[in-house]
Nanobody
Framework: QVQLVESGGGLVQAGGSLRLSCAAS????????MGWFRQAPGKEREFVAA????????YYADSVKGRFTISRNNAKNTVYLQMNSLKSEATAVYYC????????????????????WGQGTQVTVSS
């Protein structure tokens, strides 16, 4: 079983920054793609960012491109989401996700591509 634990959320003013962490256990993430999603109150869970293990290709939602950065430290089995220039619409619970198997992930931007989810960490951006 894979366990994912997010941390680093909190309250920040608009324009500020936060770095989220996702610590994985039960599996080495070095051979797996990893993703970040978020869910605002009353809204569907939406894709934020993902990266592949093989060539380091990264994917971002248009709404965060240029401001958010996904990265990983395989030695620490941890994935990060650096969020800069935060806007009030970024307020949501942020989830880390892992796919069921290694290798290429079909539909890497969709929730159905992932079997394992963390408990989420709240990010609140005040305007």
């Amino acid at each position: 079983q894979v366990q994912l634990v997010e941390s680093g959320g909190g309250l920040v003013q608009a324009g500020g920054s936060l770095r989220l962490s996702c610590a994985a256990s039960g599996r080495a993430i070095s051979s797996y793609a990893m993703g970040w999603f978020r869910q605002a109150p009353g809204k569907e869970r939406e894709f934020v960012a993902a990266d592949t293990w093989s060539d380091g290709t990264t994917y971002y939602a248009d709404s965060v491109k240029g401001r958010f950065t996904i990265s990983r430290n395989n030695a620490k089995n941890t994935v990060y989401l650096q969020m800069n220039s935060l806007k009030s619409e970024a307020t949501a619970v942020y989830y880390c996700a892992a796919p069921p198997r290694s290798g290429r992930v079909v539909g890497i931007r969709t929730t159905t591509a992932y079997d394992y989810w963390g408990q989420g960490t709240q990010v609140t951006v005040s305007s």
